[in-house]
């Protein structure tokens, strides 16, 4: 199945350089996407909190400066 996408997308790179730019953008993006949301779902089975904020850092860091 992968080798079919790679034959097609060899055969698009010859004949159509438009769309076979618009394919590989759409190609990366997807996978952009499936691998982060593969991470935020280790992040999320081991709970890693990420992004976790606390008010009282915002107020410690006010007084350092």
Do not use: C, Q
């Not at 499936?34 to 009282?56: M, N, P, S, T």
Request: hydrophobic letters at 50%; a neutral charge; aromatic letters at 16%.
């Amino acid at each position: 199945m992968i080798m079919d996408f790679f034959n097609w997308s060899a055969y698009l790179a010859k004949n159509n350089p438009v769309a076979y730019g618009v394919t590989v953008m759409l190609t990366m993006a997807g996978l952009g996407v499936a691998i982060a949301l593969a991470v935020d779902g280790i992040f999320r089975l081991f709970g890693i909190h990420l992004g976790y904020y606390k008010k009282e850092f915002e107020d410690e860091l006010s007084r350092k400066s």
